[in-house]
């Protein structure tokens, strides 16, 4: 894949990166933010066992929201794997994600403030839930991108100066720039090209073949790991093509 594609990234992070992506189709780029929402598997919670919930939300509520709860996913786990979590809570206090105990020290929630619900004085909430491995495709709680966008990285280019009393309009350009080959994220400058480059008319023009990709991991993995899964399962079914149409 190295070899295939020139990477940088614009603003890195765990849950958030900004990347430019050279040497790619419209079609490969797309076909990546969909795999990082459909193809990628993350764990969930599916089912739920209540051995006791006095509170006032019925079990079915609670198993939704648990559902919900992003968990934290290792990259050697198999369809079908089940990892268990516990939570045993008494009011008065709030139970939250963080309270979830794993049988697992690589699983457990993405985020530990999400509440689940308050309980008051002699209320109490014990059960018992079972994650499974399964893909955005099959149901939204196993995407692990919760914002995935792309759009053609932009060259400028200054043409001439602006007429000298014409009226300086605003011209607006969102996502990143290339700047005589600097790359430059264009909320620097308020997304306005007047304001980075007064007195100027510029003119954009799309990069062919690069694409600025945004994307936010829900924390099941670091976006790094996300992207490269997408990739690879995109891969993996041109293989699977291949074979098939060598039959």
């Given at each position: ?5 020139d ?7 765990d849950r958030e990166?900004?990347f430019?992506?050279?040497g ?8 990546i ?6 193809d990628?598997?993350?764990l969930?919670i599916?089912?739920?066992r209540?051995v006791?919930n006095?509170?006032v939300?019925?079990?079915e509520?609670?198993?939704l929201?648990?559902?919900?709860v ?5 990259d050697d786990?198999e369809?079908g794997?089940?990892i268990t979590?516990a ?5 008065p206090g709030?139970a939250?994600?963080?309270d979830?105990?794993?049988?697992d020290s690589?699983v457990e929630?993405a985020d ?6 308050e309980?008051?004085?002699?209320q109490?909430l014990e059960?018992?839930a079972?994650a499974?491995?399964?893909?955005g495709?099959?149901?939204a ?5 919760v914002?995935?966008?792309?759009r053609h990285?932009?060259r400028?280019?200054?043409?001439g100066?602006?007429a000298?009393y014409?009226d300086e309009?605003t011209k ?6 290339e ?9 620097e ?6 304001e980075r480059?007064?007195g100027?008319?510029?003119?954009l023009?799309d990069v062919?073949n690069?694409?600025?990709?945004h994307?936010e991991?829900?924390g099941?993995?670091?976006?790094d ?7 690879d399962?995109?891969?993996d079914r041109a293989d699977?093509?291949e074979?098939?149409?060598q039959?």
């Amino acid at each position: 894949m190295a070899s295939d594609f020139d990477v940088e990234f614009i603003d890195h992070g765990d849950r958030e990166s900004k990347f430019l992506l050279r040497g790619a189709t419209p079609a490969f780029a797309n076909g990546i933010r969909r795999a990082i929402l459909a193809d990628v598997p993350t764990l969930s919670i599916d089912t739920v066992r209540f051995v006791e919930n006095s509170s006032v939300m019925f079990d079915e509520n609670l198993a939704l929201r648990l559902g919900l709860v992003p968990l934290t996913t290792p990259d050697d786990l198999e369809p079908g794997d089940e990892i268990t979590l516990a939570l045993d809570v008494e009011g008065p206090g709030t139970a939250y994600s963080g309270d979830l105990v794993s049988t697992d020290s690589q699983v457990e929630p993405a985020d530990t403030n999400v509440p689940l619900i308050e309980l008051k004085e002699d209320q109490r909430l014990e059960l018992e839930a079972d994650a499974v491995l399964g893909h955005g495709r099959d149901h939204a709680k196993h995407q692990g991108g919760v914002a995935v966008g792309y759009r053609h990285l932009q060259r400028v280019e200054v043409v001439g100066d602006a007429a000298e009393y014409a009226d300086e309009e605003t011209k607006i350009a969102r996502g990143v720039i290339e700047d005589d080959g600097e790359l430059v994220d264009t909320d620097e400058f308020d997304n306005d090209l007047t304001e980075r480059y007064p007195g100027k008319e510029v003119e954009l023009t799309d990069v062919e073949n690069a694409f600025v990709f945004h994307v936010e991991s829900d924390g099941s993995m670091p976006v790094d790991e996300l992207v490269l899964r997408a990739v690879d399962t995109l891969y993996d079914r041109a293989d699977e093509l291949e074979s098939a149409v060598q039959l």
